[in-house]
């Protein structure tokens, strides 16, 4: 069974480790979902992270859960960030969309309330006044009707989640960081103390980094440095050279913080599962913790971070489809005329 503990100031009790939905988005069906769910449930992992950006995720989820007691487990989802062909339709934090991305994930989701909805990668807001002055607000309405229970934001850059608490009007309860307590990033630690002063929970995601810390090759589209992909390649060999898993010591490295309360990670299946809960049994050795120092100080000494990459990618991608729609208009507009 793995332990539960308090987040934040909230009256939720998640377990240690959690299931990120992510790993979900790809299933076509909710077979190995329901055995990810069920099997989680039995050995005490009662915490769910899904989001519309997610792709199948919520739908999949939605035929799981309903025939599960609602109080058995807590289930987050986001808004503001969601999955299109069309990458202008990516974002909208908008108050009414926000509105409408709550009641879609409830409805596909089918449990009644969301225990936490978080403001989905704030970072890509085109300011963070819109994030203010509408999303939070339209979410502060879901809580006032029962939607939601608690408000939270998530995304990469934790000096804008930390920005956002101090200028918003409407109480953010918890924060979702991600690869920022890794073998290669600690940094969420240096503002731990902040977010409890400010009451506020926090949720650790992604401690393989979004697939750095495996012993495959990163992720091809993955936003990280050359030199830190590299530097992730070089040390999951010595990690396997000294007898061990660059996957295996991420992840005891991240759920052996007692600072963090719960860290999200993505399962596929049942195996994967039953082998994120085994390792996080084991606990850290003082081989391992040994191992672990020695992998941060000779592949991850100095800065590791991909901040402003992922949304600079973005606003690339946005500017060149407006190109094209410029082109085509003004194309369309000659052939009238013509």
Known sequence: MTKDSHLGNTKLKPSRLGIGGAAFMDHTNSNAVKEVIETAL????????????????????????????????????????????????????????????????????????????????????????????????????????????????????????KLLIELSSVKIDVVLSYCKYTLNDTQLLEYLSFFAEQGVGVVNASPFAMGLLTDSEPPVWHSAKPETKEAATAAAVFCKEEGSSITRLALKFALSEPTLPVTLVGCENKAQLLENIAVQKEGVSQEDMILINTVREKFFSGSHSWEGVGEEKYWKKVKQEMEKASTLYWKMQNATQD
């Open 42 to 161: 039995k050995h005490g992992v009662n915490y769910i992270d899904t989001s519309p950006w997610y792709r199948h995720s919520e739908r999949l989820l939605g035929q799981v859960l309903p025939n599960i007691s609602r109080s058995k487990y807590i289930i987050s989802s986001k808004c503001g960030r969601y999955y299109n062909d069309d990458v202008l339709e990516w974002f909208d934090y908008s108050f009414d969309k926000i509105t409408e991305s709550i009641d879609n994930s409830i409805k596909l989701l089918g449990c009644k309330y969301l225990d936490i909805c978080f403001c989905h990668d704030v970072e890509f807001a085109p300011t963070l006044e819109v994030i203010v002055n509408e999303a939070l607000p339209a979410m502060q309405k879901a809580k006032e009707k029962g939607k939601i229970k608690y408000i939270g934001i998530s995304g990469y850059p934790l000096e804008k989640l």
